[in-house]
Antibody, heavy 124, light 109 residues
Framework: EVQLVESGGGPVKPGGSLRLSCAGS????????INWVRQAPGKGLEWISS????????SYADSVKGRFTISRDDANDAFYLQMNRLTVEDTAVYYC?????????????????WGQGTLVTVSS | QSALTQPASVSGSPGQSITISCTGT?????????VSWYQQHPGKAPKLIIY???ERPSGISSRFSGSRSGNAASLTISGLQDEDEADYFC?????????FGGGTKLTVL
């Protein structure tokens, strides 16, 4: 069974940093593109970043470009989202989600499995 | 970039069919046949129900179907069931990024 489990969320002050982790199991982690999607309380979904297999290609939404960094550790079936210079607008549940193949870069623009999410609360 | 446009809510009775629209622009729905739809029950993670406009993942009921025309896409749910009550989000490629719709709350009366 494919599973994705996020961790690392919690409260943080504006301007602070947080690193989210996503652990995968039940599939060959290194063979898939991985993405982060967030959902502010009571709001819709927002794609924020994607990384291809081997980390060859990376893409970010304008809203997080220059502040967030996506990375992956295939040896440990994990990937990460380093979030810096956080603002109250970054408060959301953060989901990791898998894409088939290498994700965008192999033509797959959808998310076939999702984790349960981790809540990040940015507040003074 | 602005989100794709979806109606805030739709409703239907059990057994009926409903359609949820998703309107975009030439840079997303108007260019790419790369529309996906997600179902989200309260407090749960989104679940893929349609990808590449019309394709259903394994295990998804044939009651769910998708289509696209011009700058718009739609999701149709036939034979409504109580468990279909949820939020539904469309999603499309937009250049080298992805963009979601604002979501539609489906109420089964």
């Amino acid at each position: 069974e494919v599973q994705l489990v996020e961790s690392g969320g919690g409260p943080v002050k504006p301007g602070g940093s947080l690193r989210l982790s996503c652990a995968g199991s039940g599939f060959s982690f290194s063979s898939y593109g991985i993405n982060w999607v967030r959902q502010a309380p009571g709001k819709g979904l927002e794609w924020i970043s994607s990384i291809s297999t081997r980390g060859t290609y990376i893409s970010y939404a304008d809203s997080v470009k220059g502040r967030f960094t996506i990375s992956r550790d295939d040896a440990n079936d994990a990937f990460y989202l380093q979030m810096n210079r956080l603002t109250v607008e970054d408060t959301a549940v953060y989901y990791c989600a898998r894409s088939p193949g290498s994700g965008f870069w192999s033509g797959y623009y959808y998310f076939d499995y999702w984790g349960q999410g981790t809540l990040v609360t940015v507040s003074s | 970039q602005s989100a794709l446009t979806q109606p805030a809510s739709v409703s239907g009775s059990p057994g009926q069919s409903i359609t949820i629209s998703c309107t975009g622009t030439r840079s997303n729905l108007g260019t790419y046949s790369l529309v996906s739809w997600y179902q989200q029950h309260p407090g749960k993670a989104p679940k893929l129900i349609i990808y590449e406009v019309t394709e259903r993942p394994s295990g998804i009921s044939s009651r769910f179907s998708g289509s696209r025309s011009g700058n718009a896409a739609s999701l149709t749910i036939s034979g409504l069931q109580d468990e279909d009550e949820a939020d539904y989000f469309c999603c499309s490629r937009d250049g080298d990024t992805m963009i979601f719709g604002g979501g539609t709350k489906l109420t089964v009366l």
